[in-house]
């Protein structure tokens, strides 16, 4: 079954640090959904890829779909204490538009 | 309302126990989900239920026993769970499957402890 791999695991920065976590799947995507989930709490949804070498901006989180439609990553510019938590990727998979993968999630830490 | 209600946020209970999750949104999307979720772990799909009908079963043990009585509700019923199912179980809802452009809004769970 389809298998999306996401490194880091874990990233501890200082304030200010720039972050990058990437996914890649071993097989082609349908689309990739990026969420956070913060310490104790549940996954938000943060933004939906579907167009290969698609490229999306929110404030200071910069998210990338690949050519191939394998791999994506999520860029944190001059990252914040807010930004803790974990960041996961998620891709349909199974041919089903309803199986929801998730990564394995990369877990951020920020040094104040 | 752009949220997805789980009740109860805690809940402990004997092996020989059943029990029922809830789950409740109001934003007209037609596909529902159970996810459970361990420490540290990402979330893992067990259930979808799409219109109102089960569509996916991750093959779940049988003492987990989903129920959709209308398209607002969801339910997870328990029975005779085992300690390793001691975890968080997410219920989360979509417009219409996994390529939905607002993408899966989850409930804030339910915290479970089997003893």
């Known amino acids: 079954g389809q298998q999306v791999m996401q490194i880091p695991q874990y990233q501890h920065v200082q304030e200010g640090e720039d972050f990058t976590t990437y996914c890649n799947s071993s097989?082609?995507?349908?689309?990739i959904q990026w969420y956070k989930q913060r310490p104790g709490g549940h996954p938000v949804f943060l933004i939906q890829l579907v167009k290969s070498g698609e490229v999306k901006k929110q404030k200071r989180l910069t998210f990338q779909f690949g050519e191939a439609k394998k791999n994506s990553s999520l860029h944190i510019t001059a990252t914040q204490t807010t930004d803790v938590g974990t960041y996961f990727c998620?891709?349909?998979?199974?041919?089903?538009?309803?199986?929801?993968?998730f990564g394995k999630g990369t877990l951020l830490t920020v040094n104040p | 309302d752009t949220e997805v209600t789980q009740t109860p946020k805690h809940l402990v209970m004997g092996m020989t126990n059943k029990k029922s999750l809830k789950c409740e949104q109001h934003?007209?999307?037609?596909?529902m989900y159970w996810y459970k979720q361990k420490a540290k772990k990402p979330p893992e799909l067990m259930f979808v239920y799409s219109y109102e009908k089960l569509s996916i079963n991750e093959s779940v043990p049988s003492r987990f026993s989903p129920e959709c009585p209308n398209s607002s509700l969801l339910n997870l019923h328990l029975h005779a769970l085992q300690p390793e199912d001691s975890a968080l179980y997410l219920c989360?809802?979509?417009?219409?499957?996994?390529?939905?452009?607002?993408?899966?809004?989850f409930g804030s769970g339910t915290r479970l402890t089997v003893v």
């Open positions: 998620a891709g349909l998979s199974g041919g089903s538009n309803y199986k929801l993968t």
């Open positions: 097989t082609t995507l349908s689309n």
């Open positions: 989360a809802s979509s417009q219409d499957g996994g390529l939905s452009f607002y993408g899966y809004t």
């Open positions: 934003m007209g999307h037609r596909a």
